[in-house]
């Protein structure tokens, strides 16, 4: 497994814009597809954004197409979520989350259950 950090986390209000980092250790970081999930209180953990290896392949969620966007740089072993047009019910705490090798990024690519900390978002309305 790779270690996950992730950042860029805050409080905002609603219709603004945050960007979330997530850096991760281990050689193989190209490979992999990557991924972000986010977990609100009393809500189950869901899938927000996926990548493939090499960012040909990016998957969205419904609730956040059109806002939100998910890049990476294998360079620098991390992946990025921009994320404009905020609403209060996108407030939780977003995990990055590593999937399998040479994966799509889908939803599907993740059952390797490898996350980081999480970071928290809060959107004010």
């Known amino acids: 497994q790779v270690q996950l950090v992730e950042s860029g986390g805050g409080l905002v209000q609603a219709g603004a814009s945050l960007r979330l980092s997530c850096a991760a250790s281990g050689r193989t970081f190209s490979t992999l597809a990557m991924g972000w999930f986010r977990q609100a209180p009393g809500k189950e953990r869901e899938f927000v954004a996926g990548?493939?290896?090499?960012?040909?392949?990016?998957y969205y969620a419904d609730s956040v197409k059109g806002r939100f966007a998910i890049s990476r740089d294998n360079a620098k072993n991390t992946v990025y979520l921009q994320m404009n047009s905020l609403k209060p019910e996108d407030t939780a705490v977003y995990y990055c989350a590593a999937g399998c090798a040479y994966c799509s990024g889908s939803p599907g690519s993740y059952g390797n259950n490898n996350w980081g900390q999480g970071t928290q978002v809060t959107v004010s309305s």
């Open positions: 990548i493939s290896r090499s960012a040909g392949n990016t």
